[in-house]
């Protein structure tokens, strides 16, 4: 599996969604970066990126390889982990799973519920829309249609950095094959029922038609020490379209990271 790092320090696992690759999340390198001391490990996910897709037929063949992952990477240290979208299924199962080794869990428009006729979405919304923007686009201004709430240059430039490649770079057939078995076997708070008390963070957007938010509150008593925050002017693609608050919100999780070490140690 195909993993960029940077830094060196506490190791931060970063798993992107379903059809894009490890480029999507880097946009959160600087704060983690600036706040010190954080090992960032970002993944591509099989059949994403560079990572191959022989094999993988499942979300649980999906899990279980990124898990393999890490142990090969960080042995038995304990880490921190970070998922968007579906990546935020991967890494609730990882959590839980590995919950002795985590030291915090945080999702950006992570999906809780894994059929799409089973969630609960708003309908599909524009704060800001910009037709001369999306097609002056060209060919990825569907794709940034599709998933912006907001049609800023400054969207669309972060949409062209961290989204797109990844969309180029998919392997259909490997998607196509995990999509036919895209829910989990059970769910890991179910499988794991016990609070999860690791400090965590719930990030969502106010306008995401393609996961929503409602879910994510839906399992906050699972998550005591938990911040759920959803952010207006934003969808699916929350911490590109609002990231000066995303950030603030990252910077105040790896603090609570910190603060918990510190007092367990």
């Known amino acids: 599996m195909h993993i960029v790092e940077r830094g060196s320090g506490t190791p931060i696992v970063l798993i992107h969604g379903f059809g894009v690759d490890h ?3 880097t946009s959160l390198d600087d704060v983690i970066a600036n706040a010190g ?4 490990l ?3 996910l099989p059949g994403h990126g560079r990572s191959a897709g022989d094999g993988v037929s499942s979300t649980d063949e999906v899990a ?11 042995g038995d240290a304990a880490f921190a982990v970070i998922g ?8 609730r199962r990882v959590a839980h799973d590995l919950r002795d080794r985590i030291l915090g869990l945080a999702t950006v428009a992570g999906v809780f519920i894994a059929s799409v006729d089973d969630r609960t979405v ?3 919304s524009l704060v800001l829309e910009d037709a001369a923007l999306v097609e002056s686009l060209g060919d990825a201004g569907g794709a940034f249609a599709d998933m912006a709430v907001v049609h800023t240059a400054e969207n669309a430039q972060a949409f062209l950095r961290h989204v797109q490649p990844g969309l180029e770079a998919a392997d259909q057939a490997t998607m ?10 059970e769910e890991p708070e179910e499988e794991s029922p016990d609070p999860f008390t690791a400090p965590s963070l719930f990030l969502m957007g106010r306008q995401d038609h393609v996961v929503g938010y409602e879910d994510a509150w839906a399992r906050q008593a699972h998550y005591p020490r ?14 590109l379209e609002r990231p000066e608050v995303a950030n603030v919100l990252m910077l105040d999780w790896l603090q609570r990271m910190r603060a918990e070490a510190q007092r367990t140690a």
Do not use: C
Request: a negative charge; charged letters at 25%; glycine letters at 8%.
């Open 122 to 124: 708003p309908e599909r």
């Open 37 to 40: 001391g954080w090992r960032r």
């Open 64 to 74: 279980e390889a990124v898990k393999a992952a890490i142990q090969d990477r960080l």
């Open 226 to 239: 938990a911040t759920f925050a959803t952010l207006d002017s934003a969808g699916h693609n929350v911490h």
């Open 23 to 25: 480029r999507v999340l």
């Open 84 to 91: 968007n979208s579906f990546g935020g299924m991967i890494a």
């Open 42 to 44: 970002y993944v591509d």
């Open 176 to 185: 196509d094959r995990i999509a036919d078995e895209y829910g989990f076997a």
